[in-house]
């Protein structure tokens, strides 16, 4: 009993420390932020008009108008794709359809990848630069799903037609678009669809394009959702199965046997007590037990239990602290289920980590960042600066200036089954789109 009240103790030191660290790095963050930000206003005078005499050109004017001409094709891709099924793992059949459609366009190269990605590449005039546009193929719904697209009114309602099959159809148009006004760019420029972006797929479509050996200098992801979001700091998580194992048995004749349950109970309740003291003062910075399973009935001692957690930050020593109390209180629930146990074996625990994104920040006056900025305000729309976790993590922890923007339209219910996306004037995200790829691609006619 002695060597475990001082565990405790110990435990509870090191978690003071990762506190009292975890507030001093959270206030550099914050100052960082705040620098960043009286940026702003001075850099994107200079790329509003980037944008204004770019949208003046008889080319980008071609373009833009073929983009309005080519809405009943865009709103049947929007259609036969969304009603493909593309769950976790299985974007295979989606994908090969995008490939068709990107083959009737035209690109001087269409392949599928090994992790199932779907690129085309145009090329440039110099080639000296490689920028990427994509969307992402998969969507969170579980195979069986009902996609069928329903109409009702100009709304179209089906699980994944927005988040992200919208953004496929976009990255399709401005190919079309493109080839029809004949524009030509300085940079090379990969269209793409990836795969597993969504949860379990640990964002494996982009981090394959990483570690392909192609060259990518900067990178352009487009998200579902209304025009004005731009997504330039990325949200980092952590994500575990933990699963607790023992022999199981009647919960009469077998009583005094350990119970993966209790352990499970256990780790929950350290947990929570101590992530929920590390967040109280941060931003961004979120824990979370999503799933709980195991047992076989009322009456049986289970032989295993189980969860699985996710922890989010914009700052990775947050993460690596929750992370930190995470194996602690994992432990914790070994360790004290075990003390009680009367008959049989110990407890054992098996941790599966099933995802890691990495976090990063940029300067908000980088000219990826300020041309995003300027493309949505040339649209009367207003742009609006948010962290999340996208495609866009991956580039960003490299170094790489990156972004996540969305789709246009008007949307609502993503990740559910009431999914949304009605054609509100949603061509002019498309329109900011090419905007945004042309200025940082480099209009080469």
Request: proline fraction near 3%; aromatic fraction near 8%.
């Amino acid at each position: 009993m002695a060597d475990f009240t001082y565990s405790i103790v110990v435990r509870k030191i090191y978690f003071s420390l990762f506190l009292l660290t975890a507030i001093h790095l959270h206030s550099l963050c914050l100052s960082a932020q705040q620098n960043n930000s009286s940026k702003e206003a001075i850099a994107t005078t200079r790329y509003r008009e980037e944008m204004r005499v770019l949208a003046n050109q008889s080319v980008i004017k071609s373009a833009f108008q073929t983009i309005l001409e080519l809405e009943p094709e865009t709103m049947k891709n929007l259609i036969t794709l969304t009603q493909i099924p593309a769950p976790p793992f299985k974007e295979k059949e989606r994908g090969e359809k995008f490939k068709q459609l990107l083959q009737a366009i035209g690109a001087d190269s269409i392949w599928i990848d090994g992790a199932g990605n779907v690129i085309a590449l145009r090329r440039g005039k110099s080639g000296k630069k490689t920028v990427v546009i994509e969307g992402h193929l998969d969507t969170v719904f579980p195979e069986g799903t009902d996609v069928t697209v329903k109409k009702r009114g100009d709304t179209l309602f089906a699980p994944g037609i927005s988040d992200d099959t919208r953004a496929l159809t976009v990255v399709l148009t401005l190919l079309k678009s493109m080839n029809q006004a004949k524009i030509k760019t300085e940079a090379d420029i990969l269209f793409v669809a990836t795969t597993g972006e969504e949860g379990p797929g640990d964002l494996r479509g982009v981090k394959q394009l990483f570690n392909s050996g192609l060259k990518i200098d900067s990178y352009i992801s487009i998200d579902g959702g209304a025009l004005g979001n731009i997504v330039y700091s990325a949200i980092g998580s952590m994500r575990y199965r933990i699963t607790y194992n023992g022999e199981g048995g009647h919960s009469f004749g077998k009583f005094g046997l350990v119970n993966p349950h209790n352990a499970t109970a256990r780790a929950i309740q350290q947990f929570v007590t101590d992530a929920n003291i590390f967040t109280r003062k941060l931003t961004n910075t979120t824990y979370n037990i999503g799933m709980i399973g195991g047992g076989t009935s009322v009456n049986s001692i289970p032989f295993e239990s189980w969860m699985e957690v996710d922890m989010r930050s914009d700052n990775q020593k947050n993460i690596q602290t929750l992370d930190s109390l995470l194996q602690l209180a994992i432990q914790l629930g070994l360790r004290e289920e075990n003390a009680i146990k009367r008959i049989g074996k110990d407890l054992t625990v098996d941790i599966q980590r099933l995802g890691n994104r990495p976090t990063g920040t940029q300067d908000s006056s980088l000219a990826l960042i300020q041309r995003a900025t300027a493309a949505v305000d040339f649209m009367g729309y207003k742009p609006r600066f948010i962290p999340l976790s996208t495609n866009a993590n991956i580039p960003i922890s490299k170094g790489i200036p990156a972004i996540a923007i969305w789709t246009g339209g008007k949307n609502s219910g993503a990740h559910s089954l009431d999914e949304w996306w009605m054609n509100d004037k949603g061509y002019l995200g498309i329109q900011s789109t090419l905007l945004l790829l042309m200025s940082e691609a480099g209009l080469a006619n």
